[in-house]
């Protein structure tokens, strides 16, 4: 049995104990040590039902063995507790004295959840290794790619021969030419795409717009990782 088991992107379940599960004389701190929890995970107490219970206590009940009223304990045999707050929790059987001499208590600091980083955008070669060219056909070069918010378009060229401008899509079509400051001229000229939606690029040196050296394009929202886990109340 593994410790635990991975029950989402962002959330894992512990069995607690693994195969032992919860039961008497089982060092519950040497099994918690080392391990990570994190608000939106869940803890497994697995027992044979009637012999064991688990009640959530304060660290001062938890220090006792002082055992809280029945009504508060969950007997069920299979109790999974949701992490829903980050901070420390303390659990222990109050089954006769368990908690006292059988070592059935547990003690463990939940962390934030912590969003992993969004995975970083592409660099993508218009035309790969053509680069930005006369007589290459640029939609179909596009045709199937897939740009998302964050990519990066890097325009590849001799300088001097050719440039880049962003237009919008009626420049597009008639391969109207912006005001000359408008132009990028690098040669290695690099755009990040940070928004989602269509995007222009043309060629204003003399009639090479009209020649085919333009190119459009849709960028999509990048994906996102799934929200944390909603607040579960226990």
């Given at each position: 049995?593994?410790?635990?088991?991975?029950?989402?992107?962002?959330?894992?379940?512990?069995?607690?104990?693994?195969?032992?599960?919860?039961?008497?004389?089982?060092?519950?701190?040497?099994w918690a040590y080392g391990k990570e929890f994190v608000v939106g995970?869940?803890?497994?107490?697995?027992?044979?039902?009637?012999?064991?219970?688990?009640?959530?206590?304060?660290?001062?009940?938890?220090?006792?063995?002082?055992?809280?009223?029945?009504?508060?304990?969950?007997?069920?045999?299979?109790?999974?507790?949701?992490?829903?707050?980050?901070?420390?929790?303390?659990?222990i059987c109050g089954v006769g004295k368990h908690c006292e001499t059988?070592?059935?208590?547990?003690?463990?600091?939940?962390?934030?959840?912590?969003?992993?980083?969004?995975?970083?955008?592409?660099?993508?070669?218009?035309?790969?290794?053509?680069?930005?060219?006369?007589?290459?056909?640029?939609?179909?070069?596009?045709?199937?790619?897939?740009?998302?918010?964050?990519?990066?378009?890097?325009?590849?060229?001799?300088?001097?021969?050719?440039?880049?401008?962003?237009?919008?899509?009626?420049?597009?079509?008639?391969?109207?030419?912006?005001?000359?400051?408008?132009?990028?001229?690098?040669?290695?000229?690099?755009?990040?795409?940070?928004?989602?939606?269509?995007?222009?690029?043309?060629?204003?040196?003399?009639?090479?717009?009209?020649?085919?050296?333009?190119?459009?394009?849709?960028?999509?929202?990048?994906?996102?990782?799934?929200?944390?886990?909603?607040?579960?109340?226990?």
């Amino acid at each position: 049995m593994v410790a635990a088991i991975a029950t989402s992107v962002s959330s894992k379940e512990f069995i607690v104990g693994d195969d032992k599960g919860w039961t008497l004389n089982f060092d519950y701190q040497a099994w918690a040590y080392g391990k990570e929890f994190v608000v939106g995970d869940k803890l497994v107490f697995r027992y044979p039902p009637g012999k064991h219970n688990v009640f959530r206590v304060n660290g001062t009940v938890f220090q006792q063995c002082m055992i809280p009223p029945a009504n508060e304990g969950l007997t069920s045999g299979y109790d999974v507790i949701t992490l829903a707050t980050p901070g420390r929790k303390w659990y222990i059987c109050g089954v006769g004295k368990h908690c006292e001499t059988g070592g059935m208590k547990l003690f463990i600091n939940v962390l934030p959840y912590s969003k992993p980083p969004a995975p970083s955008g592409k660099v993508i070669m218009v035309g790969d290794d053509k680069g930005w060219t006369l007589n290459f056909d640029y939609q179909a070069w596009a045709y199937g790619k897939q740009f998302f918010v964050g990519d990066k378009l890097v325009f590849r060229y001799p300088v001097g021969k050719h440039n880049v401008f962003r237009v919008d899509g009626s420049s597009f079509q008639q391969c109207a030419i912006p005001t000359a400051n408008k132009a990028l001229t690098s040669g290695y000229d690099v755009i990040s795409l940070e928004t989602p939606g269509r995007k222009w690029y043309i060629c204003g040196v003399g009639k090479h717009c009209l020649m085919g050296l333009k190119l459009f394009i849709n960028v999509l929202p990048r994906p996102s990782y799934p929200p944390p886990p909603p607040p579960y109340h226990y």
